[in-house]
Structures are given as C-alpha cells and as structure tokens.
C-alpha cells in the first residue's frame, strides 16, 4: 500500500510560481512511475507530468510543457511539480499517482486509469 500526501496549493497571481510536493509512504518512489493530474470544477481530471521510474524521461501536457517541471527526490520519497508563470485555467485542484510496481508503458503513461494509488489533493488557485 502507498499512501501519498500532497501540499503546497494555494492562490497566487497570475505569472506567478508555486511547487506542489507529494510526500510518499509505504513503498519507494524510486520504483515506481508517477505523475500529477488535476481537475478543474465541472471539467474531467486530466494528465498534467509524469516522471518514469529509473529513466531521466518525464512527460508533459502540451498546455504545461514550457512552464511546469516535475522532478523526484528519491532520497525524500517525494514527487514534485514546479508551476511558472501561471495562468487562470491552470486552477484546479492537482493530484498525484502512483503506479505501485506495475510499470505503465510509454502509450498510457496519460492515463489516469494506469495509476494505482492517488493522493488527496490539493487546491491551485491562480487568480488577480
């Protein structure tokens, strides 16, 4: 069982930063792939990063791709999303996943049907 943690939401400006965390528990990040998804109200959750176990290959949204980066501390068992120049539409509620030991292949890796084990969430609000 992997439980995840996420924080670091809040209401910034728009052009503004924020770095999401996802704390890891029960099994290590190192051996599993994960990524972020969010959920705006009244919209489906949809694919934002993901980062592969044991690969340097990371994957973005086309509408995040030039602005967010998501990194892995395995050391701390957490996952990362560094948000820059953000925009309105990018409010939403953002989640992490976690693959447990299945690995997911290149095709799915957008999927959120592909992902084990969600965290909570946590609240983005990008707002003037």
């Known amino acids: 069982q992997v439980q995840l943690v996420e924080s670091g939401g809040g209401l910034v400006q728009p052009g503004g930063s924020l770095r999401l965390s996802c704390a890891a528990s029960g099994r290590t990040l190192r051996s599993q792939d994960m990524a972020w998804f969010r959920q705006a109200p009244g919209k489906e959750r949809e694919f934002v990063a993901s980062?592969?176990?044991?690969?340097?290959?990371?994957f973005y949204a086309d509408s995040v791709k030039t602005r967010f980066i998501i990194s892995r501390d395995n050391a701390k068992n957490t996952l990362y999303l560094q948000m820059n120049t953000l925009k309105t539409e990018d409010t939403a509620v953002y989640y992490c996943?976690?693959?447990?030991?299945?690995?997911?292949?290149?095709?799915?890796?957008?999927?959120?049907?592909?992902?084990?084990?969600w965290g909570q969430g946590t609240q983005v609000t990008v707002s003037s």
């Open positions: 980062s592969r176990r044991g690969e340097d290959t990371k």
């Open positions: 996943a976690a693959s447990g030991l299945s690995r997911i292949i290149t095709s799915a890796v957008r999927e959120a049907r592909m992902y084990t084990y």
